[in-house]
């Protein structure tokens, strides 16, 4: 059983240009998170589906940012209009449907907006 | 609520004994551990659900009080490989999905 995959894993962009970044679960895994982390802190909760319904997504996500995950499969993160502030690694990670909702987390893609 | 890890940073000699500990002002659900080295994505440790469980494997085992809103993460006989920073997540309040992270504690394991 491979682990959650993410793809691109580095991405360099200029302000104002839109990026999308691509996460594949963990098969048969329905639960798929999104997180956010910069330099020193922990990771930041986005949004997470279960199957294909976004069930929550953060206050501070602004509507720059939306994410799909439209078969119940893989997710994509997309980020409009880019900024200097939003640089980070985004984290994608996938749990399966049990009462304890441990979550295995993907390697993560790096973005960094010049 | 972000929950509040202690210490910030702690120094060890391989073989001496650390504990880690998270802090919440809500009711949790679930306190669940990792590690994550530098440059790398969390890693899973265990998960401690409402109960008063303790959980363990190998040489880090944690538990969690569900009175306190607190859990405790502990390392014996530290190891080199045990370097990195520790996250706690918690899971409660109105939101059974989500992971709140604490700030993270760096632990180095100096031989």
């Known amino acids: 059983d491979t682990g959650v995959s993410q793809d691109p894993r580095h991405k360099i962009t200029k302000r104002g240009q839109n990026v999308t970044f691509r996460c594949d679960p963990i098969?048969?895994?329905?639960?798929l998170y999104w997180y956010r982390q910069t330099l020193g802190q922990g990771p930041e909760f986005l949004t997470y589906f279960q199957n294909e319904a976004q069930l929550e997504k953060s206050r501070l996500l602004s509507d720059r940012f939306s994410a799909e995950r439209p078969k119940g499969s893989f997710s994509t993160l997309e980020i409009q209009r880019t900024e200097q502030g939003d640089s980070a690694m985004y984290l994608c990670a996938s749990s399966p449907f049990l009462s304890s909702y441990e979550q295995y987390f993907g390697p993560g893609t790096r973005l960094t907006v010049t | 609520q972000q929950p509040v890890q202690s210490p910030q940073a702690v120094i060890l000699r391989e073989g001496e004994d650390a504990v880690i500990n998270c802090s919440s002002s809500k009711a949790l659900y679930s306190v669940h551990w990792y590690r994550q080295k530098h440059g790398e994505a969390p890693v899973f440790l265990m998960i401690l659900l409402k109960g008063g469980e303790q959980k363990g494997h190998d040489k880090i085992s944690a538990s969690f009080n569900e009175k306190k809103q607190q859990s405790s993460l502990y390392l014996t006989a530290s190891q080199l490989s045990y370097s990195g920073t520790y996250f706690c997540g918690t899971v409660g309040g109105t939101s059974y999905g989500k992971l709140t992270f604490g700030q993270g504690t760096i632990l180095t394991v100096h031989p």
């Open positions: 098969s048969e895994h329905n639960r």
